[in-house]
């Protein structure tokens, strides 16, 4: 997210800025991306981060899950892998314009943190104190519409390693 300070120079008389497009830059300097063990790239601390600590937030156009279905894959090898991120108004956070390193954040079934929506926003908070240069994980508890069947228990694969991974970053089965 990128945050501007106002400015309470008067304006009067004067031309007025014009907008300029900038790639998004870095959100923090408590993080980083690189390569995970994992899948992929993952976020890593560059620092200790607190319990309790607001680290980043989801950032990224809000669109219909509509919209978002019909997108093309973001990964046409895997056209399960998404990084769109539900929210409680109906809506989608789609990171792939206006988003920032939190799309990069791994699942694990034993996550160090965890996201929090607030206010139609979302935030990665610490479940624990993190060590400098350790990856953060948060639960997807992927929900998908219609049967869960195995075949979308492996096409939704889990490879955290965790001693209680479920095998599936779908949401748990109660």
Not at 8 to 21: I, M, Y
Not at 81 to 103: A, R, W, Y
Request: charged fraction near 30%; aromatic fraction near 6%; include cysteine.
């Amino acid at each position: 997210m990128k945050r501007t300070k106002k400015s309470r120079k008067s304006t009067k008389g004067k031309k007025k800025p014009r907008a300029v497009a900038t790639k998004t830059p870095p959100s923090n300097h408590s993080i980083e991306v690189r390569g995970s063990g994992i899948h992929g790239r993952g976020v890593f601390a560059t620092r200790p981060i607190r319990k309790g600590q607001r680290i980043i937030e989801y950032a990224g156009r809000r669109i219909s899950w509509k919209v978002a279905i019909d997108m093309p894959p973001t990964d046409p090898k895997n056209t399960n892998h998404t990084k769109f991120f539900g929210l409680d108004d109906g809506k989608v956070i789609d990171p792939s314009v206006g988003g920032n390193e939190s799309q990069w954040i791994n699942h694990s079934c034993a996550p160090n943190c965890e996201t929090d929506e607030i206010r139609n926003r979302i935030y990665v908070v610490a479940l624990r104190n993190l060590k400098k240069g350790e990856e953060l994980f948060y639960d997807y508890r992927l929900e998908v519409e219609g049967r869960r069947t195995k075949k979308l228990e492996r096409d939704f694969a889990c490879y955290c390693g965790a001693p209680n991974c479920r095998g599936t970053m779908l949401e748990p089965v109660e």
